[in-house]
């Protein structure tokens, strides 16, 4: 294990401070351009905020592999009427996220009207933000304002960006030989993002399901994700294991995954997405002292993590970390709409023999570790990892 993480997993922190580094300051070049070039603020626009926030696993210490793809929050400025309303999915939707709507409040005025019908859609018989027109006009904005972007950054890295309709656009950059020492090509996924106040964000679903659901919004908590990230490592040990291995399940994962036949490989890598896994670290550190989490005891935790897991497959529930946990330590202060928010089971959306098959499948890949890594290390079993 310790070779693995250290050959195929672990990331060199002089490349990800540096791809970090980058990535932050093209995205603010593209962010402050699409700003300032957007359209007039006022109550029948939509624009950007102005700034971006940095998320996901190359942010929170736990990425493997190759600090290549990156994800950052867009919050943009909505205009006023638009109230959030948390539902159940009720067939609109995803089963195991939670699912928010922005309807607009009773007897909009009619100067509203060429907003509505440029950026809402009917639900219920009421006006609701589209996530789906949102998106659009995203990708949109930020095309029509990348020649700026270009143009400023030409001698340091060439930048493009590509779009797949109902995703967030994917910001791509390749710097330029003589920039930087870690020529790696970059892949940033630009998320627009509606705010909800307390570092909450709204974001558009995955373009599934029925199209009632492009009036439904799921829920970003990356930021409180974040500040428990950082308490965990103010109160575990300075050689705490607990991220590393999250890193090696993940990259288990990934291996297990190379010998699997469709459709299994893919309901395999999505009930143990990278998000479960981390739901999954957040509940066991919560249970036990977490001086137990020290690095000498890195096979033990890893396996109480595959039999937490395995447990949680079986009984067909893992409950949201942070939506109605009354269990949350009282340094983890939380904002009002996630402590009275409706409880989210994430394995709600699968049936039982799929997670009884990765119940299974779980396991075994533990029991047989070694093998695994020594089989699907190959070069000749690797598949390309997808831009995210």
């Known amino acids: 294990l310790e070779s693995f993480y250290a050959r195929q997993l672990r990331l060199s922190p002089h490349v990800l401070g540096h791809s970090k580094a980058h990535v932050g300051r ?74 928010c709507g922005l309807q607009a409040r009773g007897g909009w005025p009619r100067r509203y009207r060429p907003f509505a019908e440029g950026f809402c859609v009917e639900l219920q018989g009421r006006s609701h933000l589209s996530s789906g027109l949102v998106l659009r006009w995203f990708q949109g904005h930020l095309q029509r304002c990348l020649g700026a972007v270009r143009y400023r950054l030409q001698e340091r890295c060439r930048v493009s960006l590509s779009a797949c309709p109902g995703h967030p656009p994917t910001l791509h950059i390749l710097p330029c030989s003589d920039y930087v020492c870690c020529h790696i090509s970059m892949a940033v996924r630009l998320i627009p993002a509606i705010p909800l106040g307390d570092a909450l964000y709204l974001t558009a679903l995955l373009p599934e399901g029925p199209r009632a659901s492009e009036a439904l919004w799921g829920l970003n908590a990356s930021r409180q994700e974040q500040r428990l990230l950082s308490w965990l490592k103010e109160q575990a040990p300075a050689s705490s294991c607990h991220l590393k291995c999250l890193q090696i399940l993940k990259g288990l994962r990934d291996l297990r995954g190379q010998g699997l036949e469709e459709p299994f490989c893919f309901q395999w890598g999505q009930v143990l997405s990278s998000y479960v896994l981390k739901t999954a670290l957040f509940s066991l550190l919560l249970q036990g002292p977490l001086e137990a989490w020290d690095e000498r005891f890195l096979v033990e935790r890893l396996e109480d993590l595959v039999l937490y897991l395995r447990g949680c497959l079986r009984k067909q529930v893992l409950m949201h970390f942070f939506l109605g946990n009354a269990s949350l330590p009282e340094a983890v202060v939380l904002p009002r ?39 699907y290390s190959n070069p000749r079993y690797l598949r390309p990892v997808p831009t995210p």
């Not at 957007?38 to 990425?63: C, M, N, T, W």
Request: net charge neutral; aromatic share 8%; charged share 20%.
């Open 26 to 99: 093209v995205v603010a070049e593209l962010v402050r351009a699409a700003k300032a070039q957007g359209l007039q603020p006022g109550p029948l626009a939509l624009s950007l905020r102005g700034d971006f926030v940095r998320i996901g696993s190359a942010y929170e210490q736990h990425k493997v592999r190759s600090p290549d793809c990156f994800d950052i929050l867009v919050p943009l400025r909505l205009p006023p009427h638009l109230e959030p309303q948390p539902r159940c999915a009720d067939g609109l939707g995803p089963q195991g996220a939670f699912l």
């Open 337 to 375: 709409f996630l402590k009275e928010a409706t409880p989210v089971n994430l394995l709600a959306a699968f049936d039982g023999p799929t997670l009884d098959l990765v119940a299974f499948q779980l396991i075994n890949t533990w029991i047989q570790a070694p093998h695994v890594i020594r089989m």
